[in-house]
T-cell receptor, first 108, second 113 residues
Framework: KNEVEQSPQNLTAQEGEFITINCSYSVGISALHWLQQHPGGGIVSLFM???GKKKHGRLIATINIQEKHSSLHITASHPRDSAVYIC??????????FGTGTSLTVIP | EAQVTQNPRYLITVTGKKLTVTCSQN?????MSWYRQDPGLGLRQIYYSMNVEVTDKGDVPEGYKVSRKEKRNFPLILESPSPNQTSLYFC????????????FGPGTRLTVL
């Protein structure tokens, strides 16, 4: 059983579409992170959430602690958003558990 | 430039030959961590360190050792590598605790024959 489940595994969208990636976790958490892995393999941190909602440009992340669920939204998607998006739950013991990632392709 | 560096970036070795992958950060971060990434399994945490001389096991610590003698360095040691340790390895660091944004190194692709 995976402590963190992401959906969908793969997602193809047309440029300009609104995109949602979902993450559910079963462990008690201190925080939840959203990461982006570029086609070349590099990983960057997008958000760290412990409650509520955060927004950076066209990216929005939300978390519902009671439902153990987080979502990453991309508004007005662009081909440069094509990447793998990874959800990571930090449990109360300072240990990370990761989803297997959502591979996003945005077509012009 | 603030960064996490890893060396080597690519390594092909043979079973049983001890190796070390270095990780260094120049941001005075307290938290450092090692992960491996495998197809279908995603990222998994190997070891992490909350500060100098403090290390803890992650999800998959078997076959690995780490040390944290200085704040900036967190080497990953494979005493006797085996083919099932063939993987892509990432080091990461964050400022003052594990709840801060993590900065990732570029990755080390290891093949054990």
């Amino acid at each position: 059983k995976n402590e963190v489940e992401q959906s969908p595994q793969n997602l193809t969208a047309q440029e300009g579409e609104f995109i949602t990636i979902n993450c559910s976790y079963s462990v008690g958490i201190s925080a939840l992170h959203w990461l982006q892995q570029h086609p070349g393999g590099g990983i960057v941190s997008l958000f760290m959430l412990s409650s509520g909602k955060k927004k950076h440009g066209r990216l929005i992340a939300t978390i519902n602690i009671q439902e153990k669920h987080s979502s990453l939204h991309i508004t007005a998607s662009h081909p440069r958003d094509s990447a793998v998006y990874i959800c990571a739950a930090l449990n109360t013991g300072n240990q990370f558990y990761f989803g297997t990632g959502t591979s996003l392709t945005v077509i012009p | 430039e603030a960064q996490v560096t890893q060396n080597p970036r690519y390594l092909i070795t043979v079973t049983g030959k001890k190796l070390t992958v270095t990780c260094s950060q120049n941001m005075n971060h307290e938290y450092m961590s090692w992960y491996r990434q495998d197809p279908g399994l995603g990222l998994r945490q190997i070891y992490y360190s909350m500060n100098v001389e403090v290390t803890d096991k992650g999800d998959v610590p078997e076959g690995y050792k780490v040390s944290r003698k200085e704040k900036r360095n967190f080497p990953l040691i494979l005493e006797s590598p085996s083919p099932n340790q063939t993987s892509l390895y990432f080091c990461a660091s964050s400022l003052s605790s594990s709840v801060d944004e993590q900065f990732f190194g570029p990755g080390t692709r290891l093949t054990v024959l």
